[in-house]
Structure formats: structure tokens, C-alpha cells
């Protein structure tokens, strides 16, 4: 063992910068991707952004999932979106399928460095983590519960504005899989605020710089169908909680 740590720590800097280089990627990796979707989730919206930010073509259903059809609960482990369709395989789950597009079509979004790759998933993590304090958010049916959650969420914006450095983007100029995520958890906050929801982004200038870099960005704008905000103020008012008496 201790021989073999001797080996690597003596190999030449080229010689062992070869082992942090990537396998090239496979010809004709990716094709006839077929993307399942619901029209306002923000996973969804994730393997989308993948997806463009790549210019890989791909299709895209949308269903219903108040009423999932036959053939979807068949394909989908789970009964959730998005499904990904790749020949006659199914890939579930959001993160898996970025990491499989990552890994098959260029440019590459995920850091060559395995640590800093590690680091970048687990802050994709933290997004999913926030998606589920904007659901408590917007579900709460008390005062209570509605403060808390916006305090939780208030806390994760922080948590963000302490690890950001100059931006515009989680990795400076460099779109990444992290950005992707982001995208869609950012796309609520001007729907909250058009209902009255302010304030979310004071003291925290660079997670306001990072949230307008990604809303004006062409992959995050065109990831939802028209119409989008009008469809979640209606999700909301639907879950009859505090926020939905904002909406008229």
C-alpha cells in the first residue's frame, strides 16, 4: 500500500495529470431523446436547460399529473417527471439524466476536477433542498408556518450569498449543471413578487447578480412554455394556502 501511495506521489506533473483527464466521449452518443414533462415543474425545467444549453435536439410531451396515462406510470418508477427516452431506454430522475447528458454530449457543463465536480453536486442538492422550502413556502396554511418557511428559505438565500464569489454565474463565466439547477428554483421569485412577496434579495447582491444572469439567460427563458407564471399563480391559488389569498 505504502509502495503504491510512494508510486503516485513521485509521478511527473504531466504523468499524473493524465489521470484527471476525461474518457473522450463516444460517437453518436446521444439520439432520439424524447423528454416527458409537466408544464411548471422546475426538475423538469433542469433537464431542459441541460438539454439547450447543449443544442441537443430532443422531444418533449407534456402530461397531466393529476392524471398520469397508462403508458407513463409503465415507464416511470416512481410516477414522476421528467423521464428521459434515449432509443428504447428510460432514464429517471433529474440529476440522473443531467449527469447522462453530461456525460455523452458537449460542451461538458460538470468541472474536470473531482472534487470541485463533488462540491457542485451537492450544491445542486442544496437547490432541491430549496425547491422544497418555496413548496412549504407557498403550501403553508398559516401564519406561522408561512413565516417560518419564508425564513427558511431567507436562510438558504443566504447560505448562497456566502459561498458566490464575483459571478455572473455559480462558477464565474462558466455555465454549469449547477446553474442549470438554479435556473428554475430563481424562476419563482418574480411570480412571488408580483404577489407582493418582496424583499428577497436585499443584502444579498450577489445572489441577485447570479438570479438575473440566469432568468435573462435564452436556456432558462425558453425551458417553460408561455404563459408559465399565470399557470403557477393558479397551481398556487389551487393548494389554498396563505400565498394563494394574494391571488385574485
Known sequence: MLAAVGRICCMSLPEASLHLQRPPLPENAVSNLH???????????????????????????????????????KISPLGKV??????????????????????????????????????????????????????????????????AARADIEAKLDRLEGVLEDGPLFAGETFSLVDAAYGSFFRYFPVLEALGETGWFDGRPKVARWKDALLARPSVQNAVQPGYADKLQAFIKGKGGVLASRIA
Not at 36 to 58: H, M, N
Request: aromatic residues 14%.
Open 82 to 147: 421528467p423521464v428521459l427516452q434515449v432509443g428504447n431506454e428510460v432514464l429517471f430522475e433529474s440529476a440522473v439524466i443531467a449527469e447522462y447528458l453530461d456525460e455523452t454530449t458537449e460542451p461538458r457543463l460538470h468541472p474536470a476536477d473531482p472534487l470541485t465536480r463533488a462540491k457542485h453536486r451537492a450544491w445542486i442538492e442544496f437547490a432541491s433542498a430549496g425547491l422544497m422550502s418555496l413548496w412549504n413556502y407557498y403550501v403553508a396554511t398559516d401564519d406561522k408556518a408561512f413565516a
Open 35 to 73: 423528454l416527458i414533462s409537466f408544464d411548471i415543474c422546475p426538475y423538469v425545467q433542469r433537464a431542459v436547460i441541460t438539454l439547450l444549453e447543449k443544442g441537443v435536439p430532443f422531444e418533449r410531451t407534456y402530461i397531466d399529473l393529476a392524471n398520469k396515462p397508462d403508458w407513463f406510470l
